[in-house]
T-cell receptor, first 115, second 109 residues
Framework: EAGVVQSPRYKIIEKKQPVAFWCNPISGHNTLYWYLQNLGQGPELLIRYENEEAVDDSQLPKDRFSAERLKGVDSTLKIQPAELGDSAVYLC?????????????FGPGTRLTVL | GQNIDQPTEMTATEGAIVQINCTYQTSGFNGLFWYQQHAGEAPTFLSYNVLDGLEEKGRFSSFLSRSKGYSYLLLKELQMKDSASYLCAVPDSNYQLIWGAGTKLIIKP
């Protein structure tokens, strides 16, 4: 069974440029998460989807971040414009079921560097 | 509010045993997770405890005490490949995972 797929793995951009990350969850997993992880820290939730509905986006900086999960399968996270402080690893995870006590499966992440 | 505390870094010797502690404060309790994360890789699930006591899974065991807000991960017969960060996480009142900063475990020969 294929795991969570993310692309690109690495991205280097200059500040004020836009950037997009893509995630394809494990087949059949209805819940999808986008996390941000800084070095030496745990993941921080940006947004959670139940199927195509964003059910928790309270931590998403909506002035520059946007996300979508059309058809309730794969998802895209966008930053426009990027700032220096956005440099981090962006992790996508999926789970079967909507509750946090369900095991989450993570993709390899996208390491973003903003210059 | 939610709060999770773990030691930042620990060092142990190959073949030995190490215990990684996690203390938490939550408004409710819906279990506690341990994940392993190798440098530059994604977190992978190790264990989920919802009842008090010790659960053993091969070389790894996880313990929970709900009354004390305390958990530990016990790693036996340490191998070099166990060098990684170990993340403790608990669901909050909105059923979203709150993550600790992780404990970086360094294994020396």
């Amino acid at each position: 069974e294929a795991g969570v797929v993310q692309s690109p793995r690495y991205k280097i951009i200059e500040k004020k440029q836009p950037v997009a990350f893509w995630c394809n969850p494990i087949s059949g997993h209805n819940t999808l998460y986008w996390y941000l992880q800084n070095l030496g820290q745990g993941p921080e939730l940006l947004i959670r989807y139940e199927n195509e509905e964003a059910v928790d986006d309270s931590q998403l900086p909506k002035d520059r971040f946007s996300a979508e999960r059309l058809k309730g399968v794969d998802s895209t996270l966008k930053i426009q414009p990027a700032e220096l402080g956005d440099s981090a690893v962006y992790l996508c995870a999926s789970s079967f079921g909507e509750y946090a006590y369900n095991e989450q499966f993570f993709g390899p992440g996208t390491r973003l560097t903003v210059l | 509010g939610q709060n999770i505390d773990q030691p930042t870094e620990m060092t142990a010797t190959e073949g030995a045993i190490v215990q990684i502690n996690c203390t938490y404060q939550t408004s409710g309790f819906n279990g506690l997770f341990w994940y392993q994360q190798h440098a530059g890789e994604a977190p992978t699930f190790l264990s989920y405890n919802v009842l008090d006591g010790l659960e053993e899974k091969g070389r790894f065991s996880s313990f929970l005490s709900r009354s004390k807000g305390y958990s530990y991960l016990l790693l036996k017969e340490l191998q070099m490949k166990d060098s990684a960060s170990y993340l403790c996480a608990v669901p909050d009142s909105n059923y979203q995972l709150i993550w600790g900063a992780g404990t970086k475990l360094i294994i020396k020969p």
